[in-house]
């Protein structure tokens, strides 16, 4: 049975989860690192780190995006949702075979001796055959509590990228450029009204922008302040 049939969900790269859809800003030397990888023309494997909410798993499935439009066959997979979809070690048969797979929160499998042990064999065999390899997680790779140590050794091995917490002004540019994507207008003091009413975690700010945007198809209504104000008065649901 090929990976494709065993595994269906993990080849549906999330449509609005491009480089293009990203707004680099704080983190343009990362997403460039990213993109030479996929290209061939940098580091064969990226171990990418940082807090949650700040994008790491839109950027993976950049990489296979980018991937994709270059005819290179790619993988993803969060190890996050192993448990939920049945996985198992077997995951890895015949993934060395992938030009570029991407491991998305790598530190779920820390401290699963069997989990470990795979990663391992499969790390040896896909680097042996040149292919690029790119992991998330949420801490840096020398403070992963991972068990097996000659994993640990080569999870060191690769350039280790962090992907940073924008700024206020940076998460307000950050607002605008996805709002735009969507085809939803806010203006910069719009903008700055949302980050000072709302959460400030990057998760929270897409989230209210899916309300945003509901809510204005909704009312046929431009975001202005008012009207935001008035939204963010609504208990959402």
Known sequence: MSMAKQLPLQFVFRANQTFQDFFSGVNSAV????????????????????????????????????????????????????????????LFNDLE?????????????????????????????HRD???????SSRTAPKELPVQLPDLKTRLNWGLSLKIQT????????????????????ISPQAGRFLLNRASRDMNSLWGL???????????????TIPFLKQILDERPG
Not at 44 to 69: R, V
Request: hydrophobic fraction near 45%; aromatic fraction near 10%; charged fraction near 20%.
């Open 129 to 135: 055959l040149g292919h690029k390899l790119i992991v």
């Open 31 to 90: 997403v460039n690192h990213l993109q030479q990888c996929v290209a061939g023309n940098g580091e064969a494997f990226i171990f990418l780190w940082g807090q949650t909410g700040l994008g790491k798993s839109h950027l993976l499935h950049a990489c296979c995006h980018e991937a994709q439009q270059r005819k290179l066959s790619c993988f993803y997979f969060d190890f996050n949702l192993a448990q939920a979809a049945d996985s198992s070690v077997h």
């Open 97 to 125: 075979t992938f030009e570029l797979v991407c491991l998305d929160n790598v530190e779920a499998i820390a401290g699963h001796a069997d989990w470990e042990q795979a990663l391992f064999n499969f790390f040896n065999q």
């Open 166 to 185: 924008p700024d206020d002004e940076g998460k307000t540019a950050a607002l605008i450029y996805k709002a735009r994507r969507m085809g939803l207008e």
């Open 209 to 223: 922008l899916d309300r945003l945007d509901q809510a204005s198809l909704s009312a046929q209504r431009k975001l």
